[in-house]
């Protein structure tokens, strides 16, 4: 699959897979994500970094919550697995893929993200976006595709179906997610350049 992955990267900047981690795994994340979700642990999420950011509802609607390989034993083998993916295309395309961070992402029914670059402005530190989709029974009238733009005004529309990944490279795709009429479940990451810079 990692293979696979990084070809497509090479070819076209993207790569969509439907079979890329084993259903215990997704089954599990899925669980741990509705139970934090349950529990009232994600937050609204922001735009841009640092003291520019902002909770902007009209930009994106979704609620995160940030993974940490320590959080549980569920979310460590998810790690591994991600990870597994980062050294091979940093074997592959030779550079130095340092970090993965990670959130679940829970969009409510009406909410969307507008059309944007995964790259904060003054900082290229993420290289490439991954999306794991855990909507199970997912239809296209529940809207949520992923527009993913390849080409100026060209685009194509992702359905975020259960378990598919979808990578990309953070530097070039604009994309956005249409809104939801349902509620809409995923893990989106991203393999970085840098490495952690711990405070203190
Ligand atoms: C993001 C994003 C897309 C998706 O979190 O930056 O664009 O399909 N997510 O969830
Ligand atoms: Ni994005």
Redo the contacts with the bound molecule.
Sequence with gaps: MALRVANELLESGYSIQTDAFPATLLNNLLTSCLEKYNEGEFHQ?KIGQGLEQQKITKI?G?K?LWLSPTDSIEIEHFFTAINALRDELSNFFRISLRRTEA?F?V?PEGSF?KR?L?QFKGSNERIF?F?I?LNENWKSENG?Q?RLYTNNEEFID?E?AFGKL?CFRSDLFE???LKVHTK?I?L?GWFRADELIPFG
């Design positions: 999420a994106r979704d995160v959130h992402a969009y993200y944007h995964d976006t999306i989709y949520g992923l992702i975020p979808v994309h956005e997610v809409r995923s989106t």
